[in-house]
């Protein structure tokens, strides 16, 4: 057996949520079977959802908060708040990424958006020209699983709110695949409140499942994020802005 570091994310703010039980979950059967695993806890973290310019300890203008700008900085030069290089750091160590989130809204918590909007960042999750077949973390893989309040019925293509697969495109193609991960089949827990807790416990053993054989698939490491901005000139975002 390949051992593979696994990264598991987790969105929610209350520890005792189902939630947070799938992460524990996934990460004991991951770890059982020989795996390194890291959870990374948002909200038990403190990690902030608010991009801003606490997300940096230096600034490239001190007139203006260009986000891109200010995230190549930082990359250059070592200068991102703990938080966002603690997550990055797990990110880069990562063969693959499992992100734990309810569904609020139509979309992700906050918490798991603002993961997306620091850590996945200009000159480290992606640079100009590197981008999906191209991405910086091809060669890796990840998996999405939500929990849901809205029964499978109602998120079916005749129910009220129509499948949930469009809802989670911003982050399965425009983040993780953007990226150059290889993303797995979406894990839904659907109609979390009116399930009994044999339901809940069926659906742990598949995701710790669906985990554990993600585990087995080929992953090619490469180190491209540490290098990305030197291929391409300073400011590059701003001529295609």
Known sequence: MTVRNILIVVAHPDPGSFNHALAAGTADALRQAGHRVTVSDLAGEGFRADVGPHDVTERADTGRFHVQAEQANAARRGAYAE????EQARVAEADNVILQFP?????????????VDRVLSYGFAYVDGRRFETGLFRGRRAMISVTTGGTLERFSEEGVYGPIDPLLMPIRKLALEYMGFEVAPLQVAYGVPRTSPEARAAHMAQLAQAALQLATLPVERTDAWRTALDEVPEGAWARKA
């Open 103 to 115: 569904v609020w809204w139509g979309g992700p918590p906050a918490l798991m958006k603002g993961w």
């Open 83 to 86: 938080d966002i290089r603690r």
